[in-house]
């Protein structure tokens, strides 16, 4: 299964970006995704979950700027990233939540200046 994500940039703070994560394989079977993020020199972190039908969940520090949704049809993933922070600076990642995880690819980078 490849995951690409994309849609990152550069942006001022108070800014949005949407991102797109494209997975080769019907996300309709894989149930519950996820998007993640590494800032440099640290660990990865999730950031947001979206089950098949609908239902989400968000790390604190995004709730309320963030919204995660799936399109089961189109086997995509998007984030939606309102009133931006430079603290959002960071690689982003989708997969899958639990211990077996795809390939995480490249990601796509989001950086935010003050």
């Known amino acids: 299964v490849q995951l690409q994500a994309s849609g990152g940039g550069l942006v001022q703070a108070g800014g949005s970006l949407r991102l797109s994560c494209a997975v080769s394989?019907?996300?309709?079977?894989?149930?519950?995704m996820a998007w993640y993020r590494q800032a440099p020199g640290q660990q990865r972190e999730l950031v947001a979950t979206?089950?098949?039908?609908?239902?989400?969940q968000y790390a604190d520090s995004v709730k309320g700027r963030f919204t995660i949704s799936r399109d089961n049809a189109q086997n995509t993933v998007h984030l939606q990233m309102n009133s931006l922070k430079p603290e959002d600076t960071a690689i982003y990642y989708c997969?899958?939540?639990?211990?077996?995880?795809?390939?995480w690819g490249q990601g796509t980078l989001v950086t935010v200046s003050s």
């Open positions: 997969n899958t939540i639990g211990p077996r995880k795809y390939d």
């Open positions: 394989k019907r996300i309709i079977s894989i149930g519950v």
């Open positions: 979206v089950t098949a039908v609908g239902n989400t």
